[in-house]
């Protein structure tokens, strides 16, 4: 059986159990597991919710039994006030919270697909959030790449004085945040399954000319200058930076050359 014939089989058999247990009105799927279901590759892995009736929430936090009559567990973390991370003993492994159906109006999430419903529900809009978060893909390049030019100076100093840990996420983490937050205005981007929680899923896929360039900005703890100086000169050919900010960047960086 291929992966993702396990993994749909197993959220349906997860399905079954709630329909068994009660005190459920509906299971969610989602990401790939979800209505993304073309992307499901041999590392892809269960992620969902489950909606209960009123009152049922503890029972389906507290005791595992609803799972545990699908496939045995391996391992279980409770990362969550309201769900699990979870490795079933064949090695599906998955994340799941428990929502009570008032609760999903002030939660933001992916548009999910419906696996299971208790066949009275009649509030299948519950797939997709009410709730709009604030969109992590910026609409004018200043404010990212002018944050990413001070995140190279403010994290080349830290790494200077022996900072390094910090300094690398300055370089590495917050400037490069910053890009990925603007890339879709510098480049065509490829349409494969865009996140609104995380820029940097499938970038690999949506932005492959950032991709051949990016490995060179992250070159890690013992070569924060060498990334920050590919970083300046990826800002350099896409924005009007800063003269004098650059080279003073160029300065801290020639310190460590």
């Given at each position: 059986?291929s ?7 197993r959220?349906?058999?997860i ?8 005190g459920?009105?509906?299971l ?16 892809s ?14 029972r389906y ?6 799972l ?12 969550a ?5 979870i ?5 599906i492994?998955?994340?799941y919270?428990?929502?009570?159906e008032?609760e999903?109006?002030?939660?933001s ?22 709730k ?16 990413a ?5 403010v ?6 004085r022996?900072?390094k ?7 590495q ?9 603007v ?28 991709a051949e360039?990016?490995?060179d ?10 990334s920050?100086?590919?970083i ?10 800063n ?11 020639n310190?460590?050359q």
């Amino acid at each position: 059986m291929s992966r993702k014939d396990l993994l749909l089989q197993r959220l349906d058999e997860i399905g079954l159990s709630l329909e068994r247990n009660g005190g459920a009105h509906l299971l969610l799927g989602l990401g790939s597991v979800g209505v993304e279901m073309d992307r499901i590759d041999e590392y892809s892995d269960l992620d969902f919710y489950v909606i209960v009736m009123p009152g049922q929430k503890s029972r389906y936090l507290d005791q595992l039994d609803w799972l545990e009559e699908v496939h045995p567990l391996a391992y279980s973390f409770r990362n969550a006030s309201v769900g699990y991370k979870i490795l079933f003993e064949d090695g599906i492994y998955g994340e799941y919270a428990i929502f009570e159906e008032s609760e999903m109006a002030s939660s933001s999430y992916s548009e999910g697909r419906i696996v299971w419903k208790e066949p009275s529900y009649t509030n299948v809009g519950i797939s997709k959030s009410s709730k709009q978060e604030p969109s992590l893909r910026k609409a004018s390049l200043e404010h990212p790449l002018n944050e990413a030019l001070t995140n190279l100076y403010v994290g080349l100093g830290r790494y200077a004085r022996g900072e390094k840990l910090s300094g690398m996420r300055f370089v590495q983490g917050y400037a490069v945040d910053s890009i990925l937050s603007v890339l879709h205005l510098l480049e065509q981007e490829v349409e494969y399954f865009p996140d609104q929680f995380g820029n940097e899923r499938r970038l690999e896929k949506r932005h492959p000319q950032f991709a051949e360039r990016i490995g060179d900005m992250l070159q890690g703890y013992d070569h924060v200058p060498e990334s920050a100086l590919c970083i300046l000169n990826y800002l350099e050919d896409v924005y009007p930076v800063n003269k004098r900010l650059s080279d003073e960047i160029r300065t801290l960086v020639n310190q460590f050359q």
